[in-house]
């Protein structure tokens, strides 16, 4: 089920590749809302507010992850694209044995670090031990996601978006019933949801690795690729560490703006909580496309053809805009009903609206600039540029931190509501303009003899 993307029209085979990834990643983020509904139906209100408060660290820990698995996956993209077999094997192979490295290093600096980080975020005292209890789980059992997104990314990286999705579909179905069966039959609180979802990632991660070496052969390594390969590790160290700090720097300026959002009590932050999952509910089809051209750009980077990259650019920015004004409206239509499925009858929703309405009907007016920003990163992720994309987010780090700083100075939540669209504009700026070197640098390259493919 590869799937080459050197060939045929652009916008349908963007298209054809995306809708899988559309579809897996609203499962994803349904099987999170799980969680969140679940524990705020039968835990309280608090213990939302705990579970949402945390969300910003595992965006950091998890956006970490996946940006050092796409990484890796790169160089793997490229070499099916010049039809390297045996490139494609130990670019595999030397992916596993670096993220079973990261995956130590990752779980041991989470685990050490996270009293006094939610210590630093300002969370509640009266919902701090239910986060703390939460994110322990799930940065102990942060193998599980690290090697459910590597293996994923493998498979995207030859054109296979579809078996992703079905094991995705088949984890967010076994997420709700462990949550169900944990939370409500064993009373394990916000302990079960985290368990719940550690529990479904591994067992999808060892899915999508049998299916690798049943059905992928190219995919899968043979014995003597097992073993630490010193270039393959330096390229793929090249792309996979800025990327990962890309994500790293996001989070952190989320985690500045939920420290401005954890000062006004754990009624913001639960209202805040459950307005971010509608919204990532709506917006997933912006990030599918994102996750798309990183594959197509990828493939055609390493066939050379730089005109069908641009050309790919072009029709991609075309459908975002048309799915970003969608997403706006249905964002919009969905908030208030949405809400009601997080909380019980005795919680006045009336309270809670507001807070929620400040931030959706601020951030939608930006979603035309948060599109761009995904196709402009992972395209110039896929062509092997990991600096630049990398300095995207810390142009989103400084928009977040000013913003932020300024709202807890004045105390205003609409001030820290406004924290995601600035940073949404200033990336959006920056990775445009950055896509444009990175095209005419590509370009110069290439009319080299010595053409370089991949980033110096």
């Keep these: 089920m590869e799937k080459d993307m050197t ?35 039968y835990v309280g209100a608090d213990a939302l507010a705990a579970v949402g408060s945390t969300g910003t660290i595992m965006f950091l820990t998890v956006g970490f992850s996946q940006g050092i698995t796409a990484g890796f996956s790169v160089l793997t993209a490229q070499r099916f694209g010049a039809k390297d077999t045996e490139g494609v094997k130990i670019s595999v192979a030397n992916g596993i044995l670096l993220s079973l490295i990261f995956t130590v290093i990752i779980s041991s600096l989470s685990l050490l670090g996270m009293r006094p980080l939610l210590k630093l975020m300002n969370t509640p005292d009266n919902i701090f031990q239910d986060a703390y209890t939460y994110i322990m789980i799930i940065s102990a059992g942060i193998i599980a996601t690290i090697f459910y997104n590597l293996f994923s990314s493998y498979l995207r990286a030859v054109g296979n978006s579809k078996i992703p999705l079905v094991f995705l579909v088949f984890s967010a179905a076994l997420n709700v019933i462990l949550d169900l069966v944990l939370i409500i039959n064993f009373k394990m609180g916000v302990a ?18 049998v299916y690798i070496y049943i059905r992928m052969p190219s995919l899968a390594p043979n014995r003597r690729h ?5 270039q393959e590790s330096r390229n793929q160290l090249a792309m996979g560490i800025p990327m990962a700090l890309q994500f790293a720097i996001t989070a952190s300026g989320t985690m500045v703006m939920q420290s401005a959002i954890n000062l006004f009590g754990s009624d ?10 509608v919204q990532n509910l709506v917006t997933q089809g912006m990030m599918a496309m994102g996750q798309t051209m990183a594959t197509y750009s990828g493939q055609n980077f390493g066939k050379g053809d730089i005109k069908r990259i641009r050309q790919g650019v072009k029709a991609s920015l075309e459908a975002s805009v048309v799915y970003a004004l969608a997403a706006a409206v249905l964002v919009c239509i969905l908030l208030k009903p949405a809400l009601g499925l997080f909380f019980t009858g005795n919680v006045d929703m009336n309270s809670m609206l507001p807070w929620a309405k400040t931030y959706i009907y601020m951030s939608v007016i930006f979603y035309i600039p948060l599109s ?11 062509c092997g540029y990991g600096f630049l994309p990398m300095m995207g987010g810390v142009s989103e780090l400084v928009a977040r931190l000013v913003v932020a700083m300024i709202s807890m100075a004045v105390g205003s939540y609409a001030l820290a509501c406004f924290c995601d669209p600035a940073a949404w504009v200033t990336a959006a700026v920056f990775t445009g303009v950055s896509y444009l070197f990175v095209m005419k640098d590509i370009r110069r390259k290439y009319e080299r003899p010595e053409t370089a493919t991949s980033e110096k």
């Design 7 to 41: 060939k045929g029209r652009p916008l349908p085979v963007i298209l054809k590749f995306m809708l899988p990834l559309i579809i897996g990643n609203i499962f994803q983020q349904l099987y999170n809302m799980a969680d969140t509904i679940i524990v705020g139906r």
């Design 192 to 209: 079960g949801a985290a368990w719940a979802t550690i529990i479904s990632q591994g067992v999808s991660a060892i899915l999508c690795l």
């Design 226 to 230: 097992w073993r630490l390969h010193g």
């Design 268 to 277: 913001a932050v639960a209202s805040f909580t459950a307005a971010s999952k």
């Design 372 to 382: 761009s920003i995904f196709v402009f990163r992972n395209t110039m992720q896929g």
